[in-house]
């Protein structure tokens, strides 16, 4: 899969391309992502990107024509035709569903936008999906674009060194969709606290149903949501019921 991201900052792409666990994914080009700069197809001396807003008011828009520019040579380049997303808390806000929808995919161009955004004529021509990271204002949409390399990249086959890791990781809808359990390791007792008992047991059955526990108390307190969810899909069994009822 191709991702293209069109970004004022390509700068900021480096260090995260090249570190920890999803490298691997983007160095062999499993998760092939390629950068634009809009401002390499900016006209004049002074190549601008950005201009003042029409009808007054604080802050920079970024112009139509580079980021068009910047789109076209992305096409010369892909062979099939890639969905144009832009970051925006206009958008839909991510989260696992998209980010699998992204992972079984072939790709896309990500825009991140900066100042007040992008002009609306461009939005309205090129722009297929809008993407939120939530209901926060960034300065830019960068971050944003991280957010969903990374998470795609980790769904990719043989990424994480445990084929086994992302199917247990909160949200999976193929496991249950709850929230992961919590996770302890080496020393025994830390700060006089205590590895729970069940853990250190060996007795696998025991330390699955604790788990099991774990997650369903947790995503109860924290996020019941995903609880009746998971009720609705048929996820939860007749023993985890009873462990839910002595929970409230
Ligand atoms: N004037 C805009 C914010 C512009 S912030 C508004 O108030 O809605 C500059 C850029 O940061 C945006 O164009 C967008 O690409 C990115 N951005 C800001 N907040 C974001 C969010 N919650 N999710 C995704 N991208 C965001």
């Known amino acids: ?13 480096a260090p995260f391309l090249t570190s920890g666990i999803t490298r691997r994914a983007y160095e062999s080009k499993q998760v092939d992502v390629q950068l634009t700069n809009p ?13 003042r807003p029409f009808g007054g008011g604080p802050g920079m828009v970024m112009m139509a024509q580079p980021l068009a520019q910047s789109l076209s040579h992305i096409r010369s380049q892909r062979a099939e035709k890639a969905p144009v997303v832009l970051f925006s808390p206009i958008g839909r806000v991510l989260d696992h569903g998209l980010v699998q929808e ?16 992008l002009d609306q004529r461009f939005i ?67 700060d ?12 696998h059955v025991n330390i699955e149903r604790w788990r099991r526990e774990q997650r369903l ?11 009746a969810l998971a009720r609705a899909a048929g996820a939860l069994s007749k023993r985890d019921e009873r462990f839910l009822d002595g929970c409230s």
Do not use: K
Not at 1 to 13: H, S
Not at 39 to 51: K, W
Not at 106 to 114: D, F, K, N
Not at 218 to 224: C, G, K, M, N, S
């Open 1 to 13: 899969m191709r991702f293209d991201v069109v970004t004022l900052f390509p700068e900021l792409f």
């Open 39 to 51: 401002r390499d197809f900016a006209a004049g001396t002074y190549r601008r990107v950005d201009d």
């Open 102 to 117: 992204f992972s079984s995919g072939t790709g896309a161009v990500l825009l991140c936008g900066r100042y007040e955004g």
């Open 124 to 190: 309205d021509a090129h722009v297929d999906m809008q993407v939120s990271l939530g209901d926060f204002v960034l300065s830019g949409g960068e971050i944003a674009a991280m957010a969903l390399l990374d998470a795609v990249a980790r769904l990719q086959p043989g990424v994480l060194s445990d084929p086994e890791s992302h199917h247990q990781d909160s949200f999976n809808p193929a496991l249950d969709g709850l929230l992961d359990c919590p996770h302890y390791t080496r020393p025994e007792s830390w």
């Open 192 to 203: 006089g606290v205590p590895v729970p008992a069940v853990l250190l047991s060996g007795h």
């Open 217 to 227: 108390a947790l995503t109860l307190r924290h996020r019941p949501d995903l609880l």
